[in-house]
C-alpha cells in the first residue's frame, strides 16, 4: 500500500522544522510559560522539576532571562518572578491589536458617562483574557487588570463570548460532566450553561451580579466582527444593588450603543450578519427536508 502524500508532505515539512529548533530558546520559552496567577514565583529547583531539566541548565536559562529583564529575583532571593519585559512585550501586543486601538477610546468615553470603570475582554479556550480597561474616576474596588484571565463559564463576560457557541461545541469545550463552581450562579453542567448564553443571546445583553467579587455586578455586550462572529465582550463594573432602575438603564443603553459602535468599526453591519444567519436557517430547515425525503 501506498503512503499518503498528504501524510509524508507534513512528516516531511515537520522534520525540516526540527532541525531549525534551537534547543536552549526552547527551554527559555517553556520556563517562562510555567510562571502563571498561580505561580507567581518558582525557585530554580521547582522549574528542574518541572521541565525535567538538570538544575545546572536551569540556572543558566535564569541567568539568561535575568540578563535581559524577562526574570527577575523575587525581593532579591533564590526564587523567581517574571520581569518588565514580558509585560513590556505583552502589553505592546495588545496595543498592536485592531480591536484594543478602535476601543480604548471607547472605553475611556463611556467611563467618563457613566462613572464606572469599563473593560474589554476576549477568549482564549475556556477563559476571558482582559485586553483594555479603563479605571474609574470614582474611588471603586475592582481587583481586574489587563492580562488577567478568568474562567468563561462562571463569568458575565464570558457567557457573552460563549454565545456564538452551539451545545455540541460546548460540550467539546467542557467535556467534564460537572463544571467548575465558583458562586451561587455558576453554572452547574453545560446544559445550564448553554441555557445561559442563549438568554444572553436573545437579549443582546446582559446585567448579572458578578462572580468573583461581592456586590458587583457586570452589564456587558458582544462585539463583533465583519463576518458577524462575537470576538470580544464589552463590559462596565457596576454596583447594581445600590442603583436605581433608570440609572441602570440608562447604562445598560450607553454599553450596548458602546459595544454597537466598536462593531461599526471593526466592519460589521447588522443588516448584513441578518441576511447571512436567515440563509443559514434556510440551509438547514431544507437540509432536513431532503433528509427527511430520503428516510420516506
Known amino acids: 500500500m501506498s503512503a499518503n502524500p498528504s501524510a509524508v508532505a507534513v512528516a516531511v515539512a515537520s ?4 532541525r531549525y529548533i534551537v534547543p536552549g530558546l526552547e527551554r527559555g520559552l517553556r520556563l517562562l510559560a510555567e510562571f502563571s ?7 530554580a529547583a521547582d522549574l528542574s522539576r518541572r521541565l525535567d531539566v538538570p538544575r545546572s541548565t536551569v540556572f543558566r536559562l535564569l541567568a539568561t532571562l535575568e540578563s535581559t529583564g524577562y526574570v527577575e529575583r523575587a525581593d532579591g532571593g533564590r526564587e523567581y518572578r517574571l520581569g518588565l519585559a514580558v509585560l513590556r512585550l505583552g502589553f505592546d501586543y495588545l496595543a498592536s491589536l485592531e480591536l484594543t486601538e478602535l ?5 475611556n468615553r463611556l467611563r467618563d458617562d457613566i462613572e464606572y470603570p469599563c473593560n474589554l475582554v476576549v477568549r482564549d479556550g475556556r477563559s476571558v483574557v482582559y485586553v483594555a480597561k479603563a479605571a474609574a474616576s470614582r474611588p471603586f474596588a475592582s481587583n481586574v487588570n489587563v492580562g ?3 474562567p468563561a463559564h462562571a463569568t458575565v463576560l464570558g457567557h457573552v463570548l460563549l454565545e456564538d457557541l452551539g451545545l455540541e461545541q460546548l460540550r467539546a469545550l467542557y467535556p467534564e460532566p460537572q ?31 458578578g462572580f468573583f467579587e ?5 452589564i456587558a455586550a458582544p462585539v463583533r466582527d465583519r463576518t458577524g462572529k462575537v470576538v470580544a ?8 444593588s445600590r442603583l436605581p432602575a433608570e440609572e441602570l438603564d440608562h447604562m445598560t443603553q450607553k454599553v450596548r450603543e458602546t ?33 427527511d425525503d430520503v428516510h420516506d
Open 15 to 18: 522534520d525540516s522544522l526540527d
Open 37 to 43: 496567577a498561580r505561580d507567581r514565583v518558582l525557585s
Open 103 to 107: 476601543g480604548a477610546p471607547l472605553l
Open 259 to 291: 459595544a454597537g459602535e466598536l462593531s461599526r468599526l471593526l466592519g460589521y453591519r447588522a443588516h448584513r450578519h441578518a441576511r447571512a444567519a436567515q440563509a443559514r436557517v434556510i440551509s438547514m430547515v431544507r437540509d432536513e427536508r431532503e433528509g
Open 233 to 240: 465582550a464589552l463590559g462596565a463594573t457596576v454596583p447594581a
Open 214 to 218: 461581592a456586590s458587583i455586578s457586570t
Open 148 to 150: 488577567a484571565r478568568l
Open 179 to 209: 463544571l467548575q463552581v465558583y458562586s451561587d450562579n455558576t453554572p452547574r453542567t453545560v446544559d445550564a450553561l448553554f441555557e445561559l448564553v442563549q438568554q444572553v443571546q436573545q437579549r443582546g445583553y446582559v446585567l448579572q451580579e
